[in-house]
């Protein structure tokens, strides 16, 4: 941090005077330098700084000591909020309010003495105000010194305790226990990875338009389906999680796979495809948890314009390498009270808790540091108990959590695991259905989407190879020849069921022929001579179409009723049989 005699450069004049009867410097007749150096070197005198040092409380003492002991320097909100605040005065509020002789806070007396200063500084989060003491004051202060005077016995307990009592506590952030007994235990799993990969052939075979940055309603109710955890919020965090670990591009407000980067991806064992979408949401700034928190309505304008989440996902990953235990289950509960106490300004730019606009569900503005819980401690709630656990990192239960070993390699505390895919089959019968399981490669199954029609998903995954399948596939480049090739590998020795190697077959030349399906109505009549009569009769005949046999006749398209009016008139009844 800076010096005394830089600090003193950058003070407000109208603050010099009140420094100067601090420490007993005589300022009348000096140039503004002279009177800098002068006002420097009292600081820089132990004797003087002692006598500064006796005129504070135990309280003021204490605040300082933690300060010096935090590295010399905090965040103003946070110096702010543990000893009050500071308030900036001119000549003539300086000289009524008197803050030297009667301070409005324990961090005013020790401003106003010189002993700490302000300045910004540029965080992660953005620039934000500092508390700091000059680093060659620091080293000047009897920190040693107790308040009492030069006793010839030793103080009784009682006084000491009394004396340490008014002492904040040292910033010395706390160990989240372990939790001994959880209920509601959900062990994390790998099923992000088999969910991409069907999102990922979704948007090959489809290219779905975005609806502000969201698969659009007929795409997620479509996709829901055929995921393995069909949860909403989960199926948003897939796909943006394909887009923040570089396997999906946004074009013309469509969604594609990135096809060199997915490929690459689909190719990789399960280990490293969880490895590289950890990482991918570790850096993430498309997805923002703030966002998706339940009952959190942030609105556009002030700091949030600037939001970046890596930044908030970074600092509480830190934070949990720091606190928790890496093997055991810990309490969700008990890390946010942790973060609150020790860090709490993880993701607001200089602590400032006003500028956000974010309402709640009765449409009321979270604002103040009182609204923590509801913004900083909802947010890490959702974090822990979502994105970590759905990325197979940790194990969730009713307010606690446990790293799993992806969860501790994640954190830096293991190396990656790097288990071997197992191996399995895929099996193909008569009549088309093509029974995938997880254990087979993704890049493999990824394929087989492409030229099928899908059934179901699960373990293992259903497709059906018919007719609009390869339809589909002949659109995107794949031939019947391909799927034979593709089905022959999968199958190994067993060779292709007859029904499907001729389907396969007919489709070598692609479609020979179309036709067209239609819903169509029909009159029928009990005799021939009946519908000879219908055909016959002009007000009748002008209701019908094509005849279809000596007693059936198809009807108009939205002639029904007009038909059965004048078959009414002519004295025929007509039923119609749905």
Same mark, same amino acid.
């Given at each position: 941090?800076?010096?005394?005699?830089?600090?003193?450069?950058?003070?407000?004049?109208?603050?010099?005077?009140?420094?100067?009867?601090?420490?007993?410097?005589?300022?009348?007749?000096?140039?503004?330098?002279?009177?800098?150096?002068?006002?420097?070197?009292?600081?820089?005198?132990?004797?003087?700084?002692?006598?500064?040092?006796?005129?504070?409380?135990?309280?003021?003492?204490?605040?300082?000591?933690?300060?010096?002991?935090?590295?010399?320097?905090?965040?103003?909100?946070?110096?702010?909020?543990?000893?009050?605040?500071?308030?900036?005065?001119?000549?003539?509020?300086?000289?009524?309010?008197?803050?030297?002789?009667?301070?409005?806070?324990?961090?005013?007396?020790?401003? /106003?003495?010189?002993?700490?200063?302000?300045?910004?500084?540029?965080?992660?989060?953005?620039?934000?105000? +500092?508390?700091?003491?000059?680093?060659?004051?620091?080293?000047?202060?009897?920190?040693?010194?107790?308040?009492?005077?030069?006793?010839?016995?030793?103080?009784?307990?009682?006084?000491?305790?009394?004396?340490?009592?008014?002492?904040?506590?040292?910033?010395?952030?706390?160990?989240?226990?372990?939790?001994?007994?959880?209920?509601?235990?959900?062990?994390?799993?790998?099923?992000? +990875?088999?969910?991409?990969?069907?999102?990922?052939? /979704?948007?090959?075979?489809?290219?779905?338009?975005?609806?502000?940055?969201?698969?659009?309603?007929?795409?997620?109710?479509?996709?829901?389906?055929?995921?393995?955890?069909?949860?909403?919020?989960?199926?948003?965090?897939?796909?943006?999680?394909?887009?923040?670990?570089?396997?999906?591009?946004?074009?013309?407000?469509?969604?594609?796979?990135?096809?060199?980067?997915?490929?690459?991806?689909?190719?990789?064992?399960?280990?490293?495809?969880?490895?590289?979408?950890?990482?991918?949401?570790?850096?993430?700034?498309?997805?923002?948890?703030?966002?998706?928190?339940?009952?959190?309505?942030?609105?556009?304008?002030?700091?949030?314009?600037?939001?970046?989440?890596?930044?908030?996902?970074?600092?509480?990953?830190?934070?949990?390498?720091?606190?928790?235990?890496?093997?055991?289950?810990?309490?969700?509960?008990?890390?946010?009270?942790?973060?609150?106490?020790?860090?709490?300004?993880?993701?607001?730019?200089?602590?400032?808790?006003?500028?956000?606009?974010?309402?709640?569900?009765?449409?009321?503005?979270?604002?103040?540091?009182?609204?923590?819980?509801?913004?900083?401690?909802?947010?890490?709630?959702?974090?822990?108990?979502?994105?970590?656990?759905?990325?197979?990192?940790?194990?969730?239960?009713?307010?606690?959590?446990?790293?799993?070993?992806?969860?501790?390699?994640?954190?830096?505390?293991?190396?990656?695991?790097?288990?071997?895919?197992?191996?399995?089959?895929?099996?193909?019968?008569?009549?088309?259905?093509?029974?995938?399981?997880?254990?087979?490669?993704?890049?493999?199954?990824?394929?087989?989407?492409?030229?099928?029609?899908?059934?179901?998903?699960?373990?293992? /995954?259903?497709?059906? !190879?018919?007719?609009?399948?390869?339809?589909?596939?002949?659109?995107?480049?794949?031939?019947?020849?391909?799927?034979?090739?593709?089905?022959?590998?999968?199958?190994?020795?067993?060779?292709?069921?007859?029904?499907?190697?001729?389907?396969?077959?007919?489709?070598?030349?692609?479609?020979?022929?179309? +036709?067209?399906?239609?819903?169509?109505?029909?009159?029928?009549?009990?005799?021939?001579?009946?519908?000879?009569?219908?055909?016959?009769?002009?007000?009748?005949?002008?209701?019908?179409?094509?005849?279809?046999?000596?007693?059936?006749? !198809?009807?108009?398209?939205?002639?029904?009723?007009?038909?059965?009016?004048?078959?009414?008139?002519?004295?025929?009844?007509?039923?119609?049989?749905?």
């Amino acid at each position: 941090m800076q010096t005394i005699r830089q600090t003193l450069q950058s003070t407000d004049a109208a603050l010099l005077p009140t420094l100067a009867k601090a420490w007993k410097v005589n300022l009348t007749g000096m140039t503004p330098a002279d009177g800098l150096a002068a006002l420097s070197a009292a600081m820089l005198d132990p004797k003087r700084a002692e006598v500064v040092w006796d005129s504070l409380d135990d309280a003021t003492r204490g605040a300082l000591q933690m300060l010096i002991g935090s590295g010399g320097k905090m965040s103003a909100a946070k110096f702010g909020r543990l000893f009050g605040e500071i308030r900036q005065m001119g000549p003539a509020q300086i000289e009524r309010e008197n803050p030297l002789g009667k301070p409005a806070s324990k961090a005013e007396a020790l401003y /106003y003495r010189g002993l700490i200063s302000t300045a910004f500084e540029l965080v992660d989060t953005g620039p934000q105000v +500092v508390v700091y003491v000059p680093s060659d004051l620091a080293a000047n202060l009897p920190l040693k010194k107790t308040s009492y005077p030069d006793l010839q016995t030793k103080p009784d307990a009682a006084s000491i305790a009394a004396a340490v009592a008014t002492l904040p506590a040292l910033p010395e952030e706390p160990m989240i226990e372990p939790l001994v007994e959880v209920r509601g235990a959900q062990a994390a799993d790998t099923s992000i +990875v088999d969910d991409l990969t069907t999102v990922l052939a /979704y948007l090959q075979l489809t290219g779905p338009l975005l609806d502000g940055g969201r698969l659009a309603a007929e795409d997620h109710d479509y996709l829901i389906d055929y995921l393995l955890k069909p949860e909403e919020d989960r199926l948003y965090f897939t796909f943006a999680l394909g887009v923040s670990a570089d396997l999906i591009e946004i074009q013309g407000g469509r969604a594609f796979p990135k096809k060199a980067e997915a490929r690459r991806w689909l190719s990789e064992t399960r280990a490293g495809q969880v490895k590289l979408l950890a990482e991918g949401w570790r850096k993430s700034t498309f997805y923002r948890e703030l966002w998706q928190v339940p009952g959190l309505h942030p609105e556009p304008g002030g700091e949030l314009d600037e939001y970046d989440a890596s930044v908030a996902r970074s600092a509480i990953v830190d934070l949990m390498s720091e606190l928790v235990p890496k093997s055991e289950w810990w309490s969700v509960e008990q890390f946010i009270d942790v973060v609150r106490e020790s860090e709490p300004d993880f993701q607001r730019p200089g602590g400032d808790y006003d500028s956000w606009y974010i309402r709640d569900d009765d449409g009321e503005f979270l604002s103040g540091f009182e609204n923590w819980n509801a913004i900083e401690g909802a947010l890490l709630e959702y974090m822990l108990l979502g994105p970590l656990h759905w990325l197979g990192l940790a194990d969730r239960a009713d307010d606690a959590v446990r790293f799993n070993a992806y969860g501790r390699a994640f954190l830096g505390a293991v190396p990656w695991p790097t288990p071997p895919d197992p191996e399995d089959k895929v099996q193909l019968k008569d009549d088309g259905t093509l029974l995938i399981p997880r254990k087979i490669s993704r890049v493999d199954r990824y394929q087989a989407a492409r030229f099928s029609s899908w059934v179901s998903a699960g373990d293992p /995954y259903v497709y059906r !190879i018919d007719g609009s399948g390869i339809q589909r596939a002949a659109e995107q480049g794949i031939n019947s020849g391909h799927i034979s090739s593709f089905l022959t590998r999968m199958l190994g020795d067993t060779p292709l069921p007859k029904p499907i190697a001729l389907l396969l077959d007919n489709w070598k030349s692609g479609a020979t022929a179309a +036709v067209t399906l239609e819903r169509l109505m029909v009159l029928r009549t009990t005799a021939p001579e009946t519908l000879d009569r219908l055909l016959d009769t002009p007000a009748l005949r002008r209701y019908l179409g094509a005849k279809l046999g000596p007693m059936a006749v !198809i009807v108009r398209a939205d002639q029904l009723q007009a038909l059965r009016s004048a078959l009414a008139d002519a004295g025929i009844t007509a039923e119609v049989v749905e």
